[in-house]
């Protein structure tokens, strides 16, 4: 049973070999961190933390390696800085700790690698000093900027001429560039900024090349996989990629790249720009992580998701389905701990996750109605299938008494932690609004001597 991925790149599903099975690379472009996100930046964590657990189960823990970066140096963090009064990295941590909570109560394991712009600062200006030896780039006032008609192959990720790319995508087209679809690698800081130095002259990095020197260190080029959501195709992904061939003068930057639909609400596409703002953070208050999560994975990743609210109360009673099914089958000994071959199947066939549901059914109902040796065979292979899929992880009685899920655990976890950082930083007033989100979630905080531990509160 071989894993199939469709891959932007040729426009075709093809079997996935990575290059070194003992070290399977994988890369997704992750949050900027200035804000709580909405639930549309969720769904490539959701989809791609499926394939991690997919690539996992196949090529064993260890070999899987996944890098997610964060954006902590953009003009938004500035702005929210300045409002502030704070340096960045207040801003930047309070959110980058919050989006991982939101991940985790949404079922997402950890990425192996989380790497930040500002921890990676010496390799982006080491990469665009390379770009420039290769003459792939150049400076102009103040700014380096990348050539693109030094890479033959621009634009053939996203498959679009060159002036429809430019056309769709508003580049600025500024005096000092050679051509309209040149883009910034280096630029220098507005006063009161922070900036950085280089042989360029001090400032900051454009947001593509963070993302081609955060691989190139911390998974070296080419990798396996490289996702992200659609609208990131062209220009960020054709920009990493024209980076990254030419700093490193390779010819493959990624042997796959994946991509997931937009998340629709009210049929537009889901953005702050459009003010239809559905926060993760907001919706978990009030919905459990996993129902969320079963909502983002209900249709296939590549096809555009309606978000409604009958979809997420659809998607809680789906795993009340199937919860249900497990407790009534308290006094079932399970014969397996494997999934079943045709779930297996449906997720190695691109991520097929509307027939991998359909399956989960399937052994749920079997589960019920089958002989003495299905009903032991179906109770593990909805088990294990279901926490393949990062589903039924909770203790089913649990799940129906609201209590506290994998999911809500790792989240209050990551809120105590949040919590006890921001009071050795002194920084009582976050760690007043930590405590009002804990106690918003029913969990009870006791401060001991050895530190913080939680309870939830039993509820009425
Ligand atoms: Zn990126």
Known sequence: MSLSLYDTMTRKKRAFAPADPARVTMYVCGPTVYNYAHIGNFRPVVVFDLLFRLLRHTYGEDAVIYAANVTDVDDKINRKAAEEGVPIATVTDRYLSAYNADAA??????????????????????????????GAAYPAEGHVLFDTQAFPDYGKLSGRPMDEMIAG????????????????????????EPQWESPFGPGRP???????AMIDQALGLPIDIHGGGIDLVFPHHENELAQGCCADKVETYAHVWMHNGFLNMADEKMSK???????????????????????????????PLEWTADLIDQSRKSLDRLYGALRRAGGIEASTDQPSARLL???NDDLNTPQ????????????????????????????????LMGFLCADPEAWFQGGADEGLKA?????????????????????????VQLTELNVVVMDGPTGATWRLKEQA
Not at 111 to 129: F, K, S
Not at 169 to 192: G, I
């Open 345 to 347: 199947e449906a997720l």
């Open 411 to 435: 989240k209050i976890e990551a809120l105590i932690e949040a919590r006890t950082a921001a009071r050795a930083a002194k920084d009582f007033a976050e760690a007043d609004r930590i405590r």
């Open 169 to 192: 995508a508003r580049v600025d087209v500024a005096p000092y560039k050679r051509h309209p679809a040149d883009f910034v690698l280096w630029k220098p800081s507005k006063e009161n």
């Open 206 to 212: 454009g947001w593509h090349i963070e993302c081609t």
């Open 105 to 134: 109560a949404l079922g997402a394991l950890r990425p192996t690698l989380q790497p930040r712009v500002t921890e990676t600062m010496d390799a982006i200006v080491a990469m665009i000093g390379k770009l420039v030896a290769n």
């Open 356 to 387: 991998a549901m359909a399956e989960l059914f399937a052994l749920a109902s079997r589960l019920e109605t089958g002989d003495a040796a299905e009903k032991a065979r179906a109770k593990g292979e909805l088990a294990a299938g279901g926490q």
């Open 273 to 303: 720009s459009l003010g239809n703002v559905a926060l993760a953070h907001d919706l978990l208050k009030t919905q459990p992580g996993e129902a969320l999560r079963w909502a983002l994975l209900v249709g296939h990743y590549r096809a």
